[in-house]
């Protein structure tokens, strides 16, 4: 640095490469991001996963339960055990290895062969920015956004849906944000990011502090800081569905997978164990491996495990270190496949998948932040009795809130899985609809708001 305290043209130059590497950094970083991972890296795990399972059957059947077949006076124990302990593994292995070749075979379902390449909507609906964004944190008032943050063109009315979908990276090219499926109530996109607004005048929703997803104000109705609010955003229209990395509309509750480099139908998560997306066409047979590989681990832990102590016991004290491998590995999996079976059930009860629950999760939040304002943290009882009113006045959020909710929690179980109770177990059949249309909970509009329950039909009042 100079004598002035400038930089000098050395440090100027310094400083510039540094500048350049780390933006072509960022870059490169940011193409491999959004780039879909390579065939071969997908089904990698593939190989992996058989691999565990067959060092498994090698152990259980090789080294645990042919020597009980062999020596009859063993310390594991005799035929009389090791023939019962292996047909029950074998029925359980072969079943889940069933379940697995129909999950890993079978495609999740792509919406770009249901749906054809189309222009950009163009935003018709003004969305208020308060719901869901940091401005509700502090209760500020809806803020159109700039002539800067469009980028270019007008600030009072956006030509686009891409003034929204894009967001500056510090310069002023702009650059594709994330796919946004998961907001709330399901598929809405995350009110911070829509950034869009149209003409006011004569619209439901021009008046965040009053805005409402019904015909007119609710009587007495409070400030939305201290209410239940559901949010206003039209989450079924195009402009809320369209996929700017594959350039069309996405059918509702499609979600770009950026591993598979595609938008899956009725996306729940990338599964690396499957080497794909669980999605609309192969969310049963998930589920139905998750069942078998939870029994199959089980049963080899709880086998190796009991026979092991025992013989420990004996006179010989012989423990095979391979089954104290296979004894660890089972007993991991054991509490994996059923934490996530559990999850599953769950999500297939309540019929919303993983990104929507996302969605669920946040309005949760946000209510647990009103409740707070109104009430002290010791008055459990107040906010029982909050909860419980606006419950009445629009029901309860993951269930009558929920855009997918079709009645019931059977009901919603055997659309996914099936009504016969062989298919619940099997990997056989197949989950009703075709991925693409889903029935819409009649407590939400046409376009994908939830409706106060006095705008419920009759027979749902």
């Known amino acids: 640095m100079g004598k002035d305290g400038q930089l000098t043209d050395s440090e100027h130059k310094c400083c510039g490469v540094v500048q350049d590497a780390a933006n072509k950094s960022m870059k490169n970083r940011e193409k491999r991001r959004n780039k879909p991972q390579p065939w071969i890296v997908l089904k990698m795990t593939i190989g992996m996963t058989l691999g565990i399972i067959g060092y498994a059957f090698y152990v259980y059947i090789g080294r645990f339960c042919v020597p009980m077949l062999r020596d009859n006076t063993g310390d594991l124990g005799g035929r009389r055990i090791g023939i019962p302990f292996l047909v029950i593994f074998c029925l359980l292995g072969l079943t889940m290895l069933w379940a697995y070749a129909k999950v890993t075979l079978t495609s999740p379902g792509k919406a770009r062969d249901h749906v054809d390449p189309s222009p950009e909507p163009v935003i018709q609906n003004y969305v208020p920015a308060w719901f869901d964004s940091e401005s509700e944190i502090g209760h500020g008032p809806y803020v159109p956004p700039t002539q800067e943050q469009h980028g270019n063109g007008s600030a009072s009315q956006p030509k686009s849906h891409s003034a929204q979908a894009r967001v500056t990276n510090g310069s002023e090219k702009p650059v594709q944000q994330e796919d946004t499926n998961v907001g709330v109530m399901g598929t809405l996109p995350p009110v911070q990011n829509a950034r869009v607004h149209a003409e006011q005048n004569g619209s439901a929703y021009s008046n965040p502090t009053g805005a409402n997803t019904g015909t007119g104000p609710l009587p007495n109705q409070q400030p939305m800081m201290f209410t239940r609010k559901p949010p206003p955003t039209p989450a079924l229209l195009p402009e809320y569905r369209y996929c700017y990395k594959d350039g069309f509309v996405k059918p509702t509750r499609a979600h770009h997978c950026r591993a598979c480099g595609t938008c899956i139908l009725k996306y729940d998560h990338h599964c690396p164990w499957i080497g794909q997306c669980v999605g609309a066409r192969n969310h049963k047979f998930f589920v139905n491996f998750l069942q078998w590989a939870c029994?199959?681990?089980?049963?080899?832990?709880?086998?190796?495990?009991?026979?092991?102590?025992?013989?420990?016991?004996?006179?010989?004290?012989?423990?095979?270190?391979?089954?104290?491998?296979?004894?660890?590995?089972?007993?991991?999996?054991?509490?994996?496949?059923?934490?996530?079976?559990?999850?599953?059930?769950?999500?297939?009860?309540?019929?919303?998948?993983?990104?929507?629950?996302?969605?669920?999760q946040r309005t949760e939040e946000r209510e647990k932040t009103v409740l707070a304002r109104l009430h002290e943290w010791y008055e459990f009882g107040a906010k029982r009795r909050t909860k419980k009113q606006w419950d009445k006045e629009w029901g309860r959020i993951s269930k009558?809130?929920?855009?997918?909710?079709?009645?019931?929690?059977r009901r919603n179980w055997e659309y996914v899985m099936g009504h016969s109770v062989w298919e619940w177990f099997l990997p056989i059949g197949r989950s009703e609809g075709d991925g693409v249309n889903f029935p819409?909970?009649?407590?939400?509009?046409?376009?994908?708001?939830?409706?106060?329950?006095?705008?419920w039909p009759k027979e749902l009042q």
């Open 440 to 455: 819409l909970n009649p407590r939400f509009d046409k376009d994908g708001r939830w409706r106060p329950r006095r705008e």
């Open 295 to 360: 029994l199959f681990c089980l049963w080899t832990f709880s086998t190796l495990v009991a026979q092991n102590v025992k013989a420990s016991q004996g006179p010989n004290e012989n423990i095979d270190p391979q089954e104290v491998v296979v004894t660890a590995l089972s007993g991991l999996f054991s509490v994996f496949t059923l934490a996530l079976l559990a999850t599953q059930m769950r999500l297939i009860i309540m019929n919303y998948t993983t990104v929507e629950s996302m969605g669920f």
């Open 400 to 409: 009558e809130g929920n855009m997918w909710w079709l009645g019931s929690y």
